[in-house]
């Protein structure tokens, strides 16, 4: 009992050490390496949500990679407006003959032993009339880039839910680690004052191995709750992509924030706010202009070209003249579709079924996003409800405690009355910060499922997507 009772206070004073050293958060970058301190770095001996998210959504690979994609679809824009715009090339070109006999200039054979030719000229072109393909190749790059960003924000708000989910079963596991403080506490107290009234012969024997044993127990279960208070510690790092050593400590609790809902308010702006629905809405779009190009493949097309350049022998020559000469030509093009084998019908069919599919899909995700508001609200009102029920719970299990504990020391209750009282409280304080706790997964799932979830965080950030 005695060796337990020491390994249990050296394990107590080392976790209290690694809590008092305090160090800074280092924070990595994409590549694994630390990134400069004066941008990087947190106080932990108040380690707040704040900061779990600001890091989650400044080191995240994932969000990277969602900003990446948005650079990309911003290039496609960029390359589809040039579908329709003017063309200029520069051409060259260097031809050397040997051991020729003869060449024909002019319709004239002149003999010759060897023969260099050079052309050089700048062509331009500028297309007129593409059959509205040019158009829809620009809407629908536009909408790919708009469906990228949606994505790139909706990455970020994951990454806040999994944060805050991260930090909340932190801020959990330590106010588990507390109440298992306080049993171990009270445990020790009940045992000093039996052990105390066995010396002084005014309890029995089995009430003294009563109560070391509740002593015991309590101390195992004092270990396990510290345990995984440690090992929340190191999953919240994990996910944050911080160094597993980091001692984190905090002063804040784990405390309900009551929110408000309203239903219609809610429905009325999810399509707005979530961006599923903005991603779903512009596939539809994007369907859309699939029709237009697929019709487009039936107009004519017509551009303009023209050329400019020397030759040299020039094609202009006249008999036994082989001179540099300049030229320059011009035309428009007009190409007009007359028969493909039905490949263009085959287009219009395919990108209007493909657009009756995104209209369908986005319906059904319309009405599957108002099936999670309507329970994301039921479950926060009722998460709500259990907390205010859980907190009068502890109170009264206070108590009665408190009761019991006088009642006992004056010799009208049992050490079995006793321990219940205990029990009781202890259970009652657990089952209101697993509400509490509960509480907080319900809230963070309504405001995702509405799709404000972290909108301050994320407009506020350096990483915000402009609007186009």
């Known amino acids: 009992m005695r060796r337990f009772s020491s390994l249990l206070a050296l394990f107590i004073a080392v976790s209290t050490f690694s809590y008092a050293a305090q160090p800074e958060i280092q924070a990595l970058g994409p590549d694994l390496k630390p990134l400069p301190a004066a941008s990087a770095t ?47 090339g520069a051409n060259l070109t260097q031809t050397r003959l040997d051991e020729i006999t003869s060449a024909n200039f002019g319709g004239q054979n002149v003999a010759l032993s060897k023969l260099d030719s050079q052309k050089i000229w700048l062509e331009l072109s500028q297309p007129l009339f593409l059959g509205q ?72 024997k089995y009430e003294l191995l009563r109560a070391e044993v509740r002593l015991v127990q309590n101390q195992s279960a004092f270990l396990k709750d510290q345990n995984d208070a440690q090992l929340a510690r190191l999953e919240l790092l994990k996910m944050l992509a911080l160094p597993l050593e980091t001692a984190l400590d905090t002063s804040c609790r784990l405390e309900a924030e009551i929110l408000r809902p309203d239903l219609e308010s809610d429905l009325a702006q999810a399509e707005e706010l979530r961006e599923d629905l903005k991603i779903k809405r512009d596939e539809k779009r994007l369907a859309n202009q699939a029709v237009v190009a697929a ?84 479950s926060l009102n009722t998460s709500e409800q259990i907390v205010n029920a859980q907190k009068e719970n502890v109170k009264q299990a206070e108590e009665t405690m408190r009761l019991a504990k006088v009642r006992y020391e004056n010799g009208m209750f049992t050490q079995v009355d006793l321990f219940d009282a205990e029990t009781a409280w202890s259970n009652a304080r657990l089952m209101y910060i697993q509400s509490v706790f509960l509480h907080h997964q319900a809230r963070l799932s309504y405001l995702l499922a509405t799709g404000r979830l972290g909108r301050e965080l994320i407009a506020d950030s350096s990483g915000e997507r402009k609007s186009r």
């Open 42 to 88: 947190f106080e932990t001996g108040n380690f707040k949500l704040e900061n779990a998210i600001e890091i989650a959504l400044r080191d995240n690979r994932t969000i990277h990679n969602a900003a990446l994609a948005v650079e990309k679809a911003d290039g496609q824009v960029r390359q589809a407006r040039s579908i329709a715009g003017m063309k200029l």
């Open 133 to 204: 393909k040019d158009r829809a190749a620009i809407r629908s790059s536009r909408f790919g880039r708009d469906i990228a960003g949606s994505a790139y924000t909706l990455t970020r708000q994951q990454m806040i839910l999994a944060a805050s989910i991260g930090y909340y079963s932190w801020l959990y596991a330590r106010e588990v680690e507390d109440v298992g403080r306080m049993n171990l506490e009270l445990a020790q107290a009940h045992y000093d004052l039996v052990k105390k009234r066995f010396g002084a012969e005014q309890a029995s």
């Open 295 to 378: 019709r487009g493949e039936k107009q004519p097309t017509v551009a303009l070209f023209g050329q400019f350049g020397s030759e040299d022998p020039s094609s202009k020559s006249g008999f036994g003249s082989l001179e540099r000469k300049s030229y320059w030509l011009a035309g428009v093009s007009v190409n007009l579709p007359v028969l493909d084998a039905g490949f263009s019908s085959g287009r219009v069919l395919e990108a209007k079924s493909g657009l009756k599919q995104s209209e369908t899909g986005y319906a059904d995700s319309v009405e599957q996003a108002q099936l999670e508001i309507r329970k994301a609200i039921l």
